[in-house]
């Protein structure tokens, strides 16, 4: 088992990491060590981000003015830190998928996916499990090279929302945010936690991209009832 101390989060600009970082508080697992990747073309959430964190005492923060997790800078800089473990919330698209070889070994980089990473593995997978399965689940993992098929920690199904139009913003940000405390519970308490082997990229039949606003309209009508 590792202690909290052990553990850092790297955050962005957006309403994940907001979500994150006052559930995070609330549970006591709120890293002294916060490293942002400050955009500030995204103003509304960095607004919000700045406030919380001016209110938190104790905090270390570090700065970088990018959005782009593979920085040079940002590398170089987590590679000296003592922590072993990095939650990440980091920016959509290609900006937030790590690619460098040596953080991704060196160093745990947590992230929650909502989906089974196991058969769903890319963007918007919630939409693609209940369309499939009826189904809404989320994967807390450890990053690797292949998208979507790190080592799990932790894993669980969630409810179907009760208001269907809160899915891919609200609902997949609280689901993701209640796993990683799960996972980080497991993490400080037990000496073996991870949950699954890492998944082979060529066991996945289907990778899901970002889905098409008829089929998320489908989705929306099918269980807007629910």
């Known amino acids: 088992m590792y202690r909290k101390a052990d553990i850092s989060i790297i955050i962005s600009s957006n309403y994940r990491s907001y979500v994150y970082l006052h559930l995070l508080k609330k549970k006591n697992f709120l890293p002294r060590k916060i490293i942002f990747l400050n955009d500030n073309n995204e103003k509304k959430y960095n607004i919000k981000i700045q406030k919380f964190l001016k209110k938190e005492k104790n905090l270390q923060i570090k700065y970088f003015f990018t959005r782009n997790i593979n920085s040079q800078h940002v590398i170089k800089y987590l590679l000296l830190q003592n922590e072993k473990f990095f939650v990440v919330s980091l920016y959509p698209g290609r900006d937030g998928i790590v690619k460098n070889q040596l953080i991704l070994k060196k160093k745990f980089l947590i992230h929650s996916h909502p989906g089974k990473t196991k058969h769903y593995r890319g963007s918007t997978t919630i939409y693609y499990s209940l369309l499939k399965e009826k189904k809404i689940y989320c994967d807390t993992i450890i990053l690797s090279k292949e998208l979507d098929c790190g080592k799990v920690i932790y894993s669980s199904r969630y409810p179907i929302p009760k208001n269907i139009y809160h899915l891919d913003k609200i609902y997949e940000t609280k689901i993701r945010a209640i ?18 082997k890492k998944i082979k990229s060529n066991s996945i039949k289907n990778n899901y991209f970002i889905i098409h606003p008829i089929l998320r309209l489908i989705t929306f009508n099918k269980f807007k009832n629910v």
């Open 179 to 196: 796993n990683l405390v799960e996972s980080l519970k497991k993490i400080t308490t037990k000496k073996n936690f991870i949950k699954k």
